[in-house]
Structure formats: structure tokens, C-alpha cells
């Protein structure tokens, strides 16, 4: 009977502690997403790397799940674009962009065939233009080695084509870039995030808004304002509380209506 | 038993159920008590902690109690642990300091005197950087004289180094030797290029001294090149330069197991002298030179590679020149068949191999007035390398390799090297010889620290013809004593065999191979992976058994010395994005008694004083601009005093003054690029002007003499202020 007894008590004491321990798991990823979804826009560097905390400290528990991976790089280039604006500093670009190039490729090598993390490679490469630009073969052998194997992987994936739309957007018009190139595309990815389904409920769900919003600022850019207007409330629509809307495309509509 | 249980319930409801938040808080700092911003902190085995804000502090409650570790993590930081006892109701402050991870010591820094370019982190420079130094025209070997203690022969692409002889720097590309990897080599008052595309390349490491127990049979230098095992893509590039056109493809198959490449290329050079004023009538034959080549890979699976390459040049050249004795074209044609097949295979997780047999034919026929010679040399190489990691502090690195060589000369010499006339008496000479060489070495290279290197070699050669050996004992030691500062030292013993001709001219083939003693010291200050190097070197070289010709019988032998010292000054900085430059500064001292030379003088490329200064500026993310200034101490060679007559043949004699006793004046050049970058029918282009010898300096290339020589004339190098325009255009 003793020995009944403690048997029982040890496998309670074990599924009770793995229960709490998966619960607590998936709750906290949530949790974490919820919170990197609520910072406003990317200027906010305190909240990016509270948000950052919370997915490395999950990943502490749980080394291999790729998911994890992905979004302490996501917000790592969050941050590398943080450091960039008027004087961008190089040495935390850098040191953000390679941890976000680092932990994508961890996410890849325990699953290869996981699109996302070759779309956010693409653009964590394209980066390195602004710390490594002598190495111009390496970022462009690597950027076309990832965005084939997105495309091929999801060739139906919005956030692909946003990337891929954004590369081309800051790339200069005499390298095959720039505004004009850049629009259809950033509307392509609008369309595919009409019809997009979320694999579940932990699975990256971000970029609807700013395809809306560099639409808008495609316009901009060609002063038909009243279509960027139209492109603007069409995201805020579906995202009312986007930072990137509100603070950053909105700011250069209202500066271009000024002149 | 009840005990047990209790303790049991005890223990998983203290840490689960009961406990109330305990707080705890404090502050992450860097190692100069700077506070971290986004340093990570968490209950280890759990998901409770925090992140630091910009002051450093972080605070967090957790219900987990009793004796927990604490995890504080930080990019590029190293992680630490610290153990503490939470206990109910008592809020604890921890104060934690981190330290910066060290970079891992990668091979590169433990060499003296070397320079390397390649996918490491702390690259020296890189293939981009070569193309676009100004006056380099986009060649390796001149883009490597931009470093200390190298030099430029006659501005062209042979280097010598540390004030030895062009032949004492050996070229490697994949394990195979490469001897004439230039084209317009050794003409009369022309400069050579090299035939290496630097884009193919991988890695380039230039070593000025001091290099490891791999390479044998080179006194002063070692320039390893290895080019990519497979294409990088699929494409095509043209070049249309005013002097040049190109053309080269790569193909690379869709699952990334075989590719090729082609290259060829012509020079087209009359529109290019017409435009930069070269007098047409000087040249008979205009030089014309072209070459093709390919590579062709096979990736059987992921751990090995076989590779082939086939490289093929001529030239042909008629230059003008007016020696005392004779009046007419130096001509030369050239030509050279290159050929390399390589293996290389992973065995195991710990065994690397590689092997490699080559085959390279050289011609060269050269003729003014009765000098009339026709060359033909021959080499072929196998080698073998093995790397093997014995521990994670320890690699041992291991080959061999053996080496044909045969040369071949048929032609008239002139008997008295100052009558050169058509009518002038002359040896006919009919020789063949060829020997072989057989080398081996073995290395270990031992990290017993992070911050300390050695490599310990040695290696030994036997040559078949003289049946003389070598044995060459080697040591490095690199130690990184604190974060940026490396100390860097080599002694080593160096061999390398005359060339096979100096052999022919010895009696009884009894040449001993030429010996330097390397001693290098040196010091880095290396800030952020290269955004500031600073590097200062100094050496001794001890040499002995030099070539030397007797002035009675001829004949040559080995007992000629001397010795050369220096110091080396490299500083490369990333100034801002847009602007990067480097200085280099060398200081030499070679004095030899070699050759012809009667006693020690100053060896043939004893520049003294030798500045180099290179800027490259972004102006816009299109268009990069760029300068290169180089001012050096005139290169020594030997007056002539006065002259005897010669009534036999109507010819005068020169009286030589003591071997290399003069010195040309200042050597100084400027030159200047510009590079554009633009789309061209939806293809990416490139558009290159550049202007070499920017201020028109007049360089010397040598003096030559009126009939009787009391008149002494000046030879100025062919490299005026040039003009050059190129289009290249991606498709």
C-alpha cells in the first residue's frame, strides 16, 4: 500500500508539473506575441526589447521550437531598424542583425521547409547593405538563396511578397528598384492577405497594415495624395491601432499635404 | 517512508501552490560598469525574469522559492550564473556585471606578416577592394604591392618582397605552383598583368615572411590563392574596355552539383595608345595578348568536391630600343598552358583531404640582335594535404608533394654581353635539364588558450638533380593579451632551389639551395573587426648559400650572403560608411652578395623608404571614387664609369662601378578611379574611368648609354598619365 501510495504521489507530482509546464508554455507564447503586437511602432526600443525578453525566456526552456526562434528574430530586426533612422548606428545594427540572422538560421536548420524564417532572412540580408557593404556578393548570392526558397516553399504568402516589395522599394531605381517596381507588389501582397488563413493561433500574423500603408506610400512618394488616402483608411480599417499607420505613414501623408 | 511524503507534497507545493511573489531587482552592467539595456534575466528552469531597461535595472516577482539559479544573458556578452536562495517575503538585489564574449581566435591572426582576404570575420581586404584600388587596373598582384614590404617590378604584376627577388615569391593556386601567371612578363620596358580573375577567388592569403612548414621551395614569400569550389550562380558578364574586351560565363546546375565557368579576353591596344600618345612607330608588333579558360566542378556529395581548370595565354610584343651596341625591336612571344585537377573530401567530422595534380607548359622566344633565345619549361606537381583535428586545442596538419621541372633552351647568347650587334660573335646554346623535387611537412597548430596560438612545423625537400636536402624547422606564436591588441612572432628556417638554368652553368649540378633565417615580431591593434587596423612588424633575415657567378670560369655557385631588415606600418580604417583608406610605410635594409655582385651591396630591390596611400570614397550609393599615391626610394642599380675600345669587334666595353651602387631617383605615381553603377537595359553595369599617373611624373625604367658611353640617357617607363574607360554589363 505504501508503495501504491508513492507511486501514485510521483506520477501525480509529474503530470501535474508537465501539465502546468505546457499550459504555462503556450500561454506565455501567446502572451509574448500579444505584447510584441501592442508596441506601437518600431521607435519604441524599450518596449521591442521587453517584448525580446519575453520570447528569450521561453527559449531558455524550450531550445528547439523553432516558432521561438523566430520571433525573438523578429523582434531582434525590429531593433536593428530601431538604430537605423537619421544616423543609423552601425555597431547595433549589426550586433541585432546578425543575432536575427543567427537565430533564423537555427529555426531553419530544426525545420528547413518553414517559410517564414526564409522571408524574414531575406530581409535581415538586405540589411547587411547598410554595415557590410564590401561584401556585395555574399548579401546578394544569400538574398537570392533565400527568396527562392520562400518563393517555393509559400509562393502564396503575403508577407513574401511584402519583403520582397520592401527590398524593392530601397533598392535605387538604376538597380532594377524603386518606387514604381515596388507598388504592384506591395498591392499583390495586399490581396493574398484578403484570403489568408493562419495556420494557428501562435503562427506570424504581422504585415497587413504595413502592406496597406507602403501602398499609401507609394502614393505619396507620387503626390496622388487622395489615393493614398484611400489606401490609408483601407489598413486602418482592418488594424485601427497600427503604429506604422498612425505614426509613421500618416506623418508623411499629413507633410506631404502641407506642401 | 511518511516522512518522504511528506517532504515530497512539501517540496511541490512550496515551489507551485503556496509561495507568495518574491521580488527581486537589480542592475546588469558591461565591464566599464556601463549599463546594459536588454540584458536578460530568468529563473533558470523557468519562464519568471525580466529585461533590463537603459539604466540597467530589471525587476521581477516569482512564487518559484528555495535554492534557484539565476540565467543573465546579454548579446555578444558572455552568460554567467549566480545561485540564490529565495526565500518567502524577502525581496533580494542582485548586482551582476558581464563580460564581453571573445571573438574566436581564427587562424588569421596567428601568422606574422600576412595579409588575407576571404569569408572571415577579420578580413584585411577583400576582393572588391581589389578591383577597385586606383592604379591597380583590377590586378591581384598589383592591388598586394599596396601592402608593406612588397614591391612592384617595373610596375607590373611580378612583386618582390622585403628587397629579394621576384622569383623568390611563390604563387599557389589550389596546391598547384604557378610560375607564369602573367602575360608581357620580363619585356623589355613593359609592364606585366596578371592572367588570375581575382572574382573566382575564395581566399587570398599574402604572406611577406615568416609563412607555415605547407610551403616549400620559397625564400621570401607566399601568395595562396583558392578559388571557389563551385560557381556562385548562373550568369554572364561582358567587358568592353578601351584597351581589353572580356567575356566570361558561370553556370551553376539547379541541385548545385556541377558547374562551369569561361572566361576569355583579348587585348585590343591601338585605339588605347593612339588616345594616351604613345608613338605607334615604337611598337613592332602593337602587343597583343589573349587568353581563355575554364573551370569545371563536380560535387559528388556534400563532403567532397573535384575540380578542374584549364588556362591558356599568349602574348607577342616588338618594343623599340636603343643600347649602345644595337638599334631595334625587343621581341617576344609568349605563351602558357595551364592545367589543374583537384580533389577534396571530408573523411569523418574530423579529416580533411585534398590532392591536387597539375601540368603547365611555358613558351617564350625573345630576340634582339644576336640575342636570339627560345624557352620552353615544363612543370608538374601532385600533392597531397591532410588536416586532421586531434582535440579541440590541438589540429595537425600533414602532406607532401612531389614536383617535375624541365627546362629547355635553344638560342644564340651573346659572348660579350655589351655587343648585342647582329654580326657579334655568340655561344649557341642547346640545353635540356630537369629535376624533381620531393617535399614534406607536418604542423601542429595548438590553442591551449583563447587568446594563445602556436604553430610548430617542419619540413624537408630533396632535390633529385643536386641530390642536395633541406630541412626547415618552423615556429609561430600569436597571443592575444588583451581585447584588440594581438603580439604576433615567427622564426623559421626557409630554403628554396636555384632555377634550373643556374644549375646548368655549375659544375657537377652542386648548388645548394639558397637559405633564409626569418625572425619576425610584430603588434596589432585591431578595433571592431578591421574598422581600425593598425599593424608594425619588425624582421630580420639572415641569408646564406645565395647563387653567385664567378667572373672568371662563369660558372655558379652557392656561397654567396647576406642578410635584410625592416619594419613594416599598415594602418586600414573605416573611417566613415562612405570613406575608407589604408597607409602602408615599409622600411628596408637588404644588403647581398649575389649574382654578379662582388660583395654585400644592396640587393636588386632594396627600396628603403617605400609609402603607399590608398582612399576609397562613396559619393553616391552609384558612383565610388578613389585614390592611390605610392612614393618610394629610388630602386638601386649599377653606373657605368668609362669604357675601354674594343678594337677586335669596333665595339666599346663598359667599366661597371661596384653592383648596385647608384640609385634611380624618388619613384612617385598618383592615380585616380571613378566607378559607376547603373541598369542597363534592366542589367546590372558597371562603368570604370581612370586616370594612372594622374600628375605625368616621369619614372625611371633604366638608363641606357651612347655608343662609347660618355653619354648616359634616361628610359622612362611607358607608364605616363593614361586614360581608361571600361564598360562591364551583367547578364
Redesign the interface.
Known sequence: M?KV??II??FW?FV??NK?YAD?YTD?VKKAIKKLDAVGDISDR?AL??A???F???L??KKNEWMLNYYMAYCDLM?AWSYMGEK?D??NIK??NE?CIDLLNKATDIKDDFAEAYILKMSANSNRWQYE??????II?KG?EDNAMAKKLEPENPRYYLVDAMITYYT?????GGVEKARPLFEKSWDLFQTYQLKDETYPNWGKDQAAGMVALCYVKRDKLDEAKKWIDKGLETAPESGFLKGYIMKQYEEAQKK | MKKIYLILIAISFSSNFYSQGVKIYGKVTGEDNKPLNGANVVIEGTIDGSTTDSTGYYEFETSKTGQQSLLFTYIEYNERRKSLLIEQGKNIELNVQLRKAEVETEEIIVTASSYTSGQQSQVTITPLEIVRIPGSDGDLYRAITTFPGSNQVDEGSRITVRGGDANEVLTILDQASLYHPFIFDNDFNTSSYTTINPWGLKGINFSSGGFSAKYGNALSAVLDLKSYEMPQGTGAFLWLGLANVGLSGVFLSNDKKLGATVDIGQTILDPYFRLNGYLLDRYNPIPLARGVGGTLSYKPNEKSNIKAIFDYSEDRIGIRNTSPSYDGYFNSRANTIFYNLKYSAGIGSKTYLSAGLSLSHHKDEISYGILNNDVKELYSKFRLDMTNQLSKKVDLNFGGEYEYDEDKFIGKVPSLSYNLRLDAPFIDINSNNHTGRIGGYVEAQIKPFKTFFTIAGIRTDYHTLSKNSAVDPRLSLGWKFAKDHILRGTVGIYHQFPRLEFYAQASNFALKPEQATHYILGYEFNKSEGLFLFRVEGYYKDYKDLVIRDPNSFLYSTVGKGAAKGVDVFIKSRVTNKYSTWISYAYTDSKRRQYEAKTEVSANYDITHNLTFVGSYNVTDNITTGLTYRISTGKPYTPVNGSIYDSTYNVYEPIYSKTNSGRFPTYQRMDINFQYFFSLFGRFAIAVFQINNLLNQKNLYDYTYNFDYSERKEIITTNKRQFYLGLGVQF
Open positions: 505504501k501510495i508513492l504521489l510521483t507530482a501535474n508539473a502546468i504555462d506565455a524599450a526589447l521587453k525580446r525578453g519575453d528569450e525566456r521561453i531558455q526552456l531593433i543609423p552601425n555597431e550586433k541585432y543575432s557593404p564590401d561584401k556585395m556578393n555574399d548570392t537570392a535605387p531605381e538604376s538597380f532594377g
